[in-house]
C-alpha cells in the first residue's frame, strides 16, 4: 500500500505561484511514478503532469508546459509541483496519484497513472482573475 498526501493549495491572484506537495509513505519503492491531476467544477479529471522515481523522466500536458515544475525530493519521499504564472483556468482541485511504471515521459503513462488506486486527497487551487 501507498499513501499519498497532498498539501499546498490555496488562493492566488492571476499571475501568481504556488507550491504543492505530495508526501508518500507506506510500500515506497524505487520504481513508481508519481501524477499530478485536477479537476475543475464540471468538468473530467485532467491529468497536468508526472515524474519516475526511478529514472526521473517528467511529462507536462500542453497547457501547463514552461509554467509548472515537478520535482522529487527522494530522502522525503515527496514530490513537488511548482506552479507559475497562474491563470484563472488552473483554478480547479488537484490530486496526486502514484503507480508502478518505470517512466513518466508521455501522455500515455500520465494515464496509467489515472488508473492507479493510489490517490492522494485533493487540494484545492484557486486562481483569481
Known amino acids: 500500500q501507498v499513501q499519498l498526501v497532498a498539501s499546498g493549495g490555496g488562493l492566488v491572484q492571476t499571475g501568481g505561484s504556488l507550491r504543492l506537495s505530495c508526501a508518500a509513505s507506506?510500500?515506497?519503492?524505487?520504481?513508481?511514478?508519481i501524477g499530478w491531476f485536477r479537476q475543475a467544477p464540471g468538468k473530467e479529471r485532467e491529468g497536468v503532469s508526472c515524474?519516475?522515481?526511478?529514472?526521473?523522466?517528467?511529462y507536462y500536458t500542453g497547457s501547463v508546459k514552461g509554467r509548472f515544475t515537478i520535482s522529487s525530493d527522494n530522502a522525503k519521499n515527496t514530490v513537488y509541483l511548482q506552479m507559475n504564472s497562474l491563470k484563472p483556468e488552473d483554478t480547479a482541485v488537484y490530486y496526486c496519484?502514484?503507480?508502478?511504471?518505470?517512466?513518466?515521459?508521455?501522455?500515455?503513462?500520465?494515464?496509467?497513472?489515472?488508473?492507479?488506486?493510489?490517490w492522494g486527497q485533493g487540494t484545492q487551487v484557486t486562481v483569481s482573475s
Open positions: 496519484a502514484a503507480d508502478f511504471i518505470m517512466r513518466c515521459h508521455s501522455d500515455y503513462d500520465l494515464g496509467l497513472i489515472r488508473h492507479s488506486d493510489y
Open positions: 507506506g510500500r515506497t519503492f524505487s520504481s513508481y511514478a
Open positions: 515524474i519516475s522515481k526511478s529514472d526521473g523522466s517528467t
